[in-house]
């Protein structure tokens, strides 16, 4: 069983900066890749950013330059650094992990936090 929980949603002003943390916890063997998606309301789930066991990262044209993603491989946590935001951004964010369990090294898992709502608007 595994566990994602996110936190640092909330609403702020244009212009202004958030930044979101999610930790996954269970018995998990590795964690290959951690990201963040966005849904906002009557629109798909979209990729925000990802951040692989090797280091690399992949952004949202929408977001590029103004979000950073950053992952702590101890704490098994990824986090995103939101600045000028806008009200486009409003939306329910989602943690993503990809990743393997004790129980089963071999078949790669998708696990889903439960979204934090970030608004933006003046």
């Known amino acids: 069983q595994v566990q994602l929980v996110e936190s640092g949603g909330g609403l702020v002003q244009p212009g202004g900066s958030l930044r979101l943390s999610c930790a996954a916890s269970g018995s998990i063997f590795n964690i290959y890749t951690m990201g963040w998606y966005r849904q906002a309301p009557g629109k798909q789930r979209d990729l925000v950013a990802t951040?692989?066991?090797?280091?690399?990262?992949n952004y949202a044209d929408s977001v590029q330059g103004r979000f950073t993603i950053s992952r702590d491989n101890a704490k098994n946590a990824v986090y995103l650094q939101m600045n000028s935001l806008n009200p486009e951004d409003t939306a329910v964010y989602y943690c993503?992990?990809?990743?393997?369990?004790?129980?089963?090294?071999?078949?790669?898992?998708?696990?889903w936090g439960q979204g934090t709502q970030v608004t933006v608007s003046s």
């Open positions: 993503y992990a990809l990743l393997t369990l004790h129980s089963d090294v071999n078949t790669y898992l998708t696990s």
């Open positions: 951040f692989t066991e090797g280091g690399i990262t």
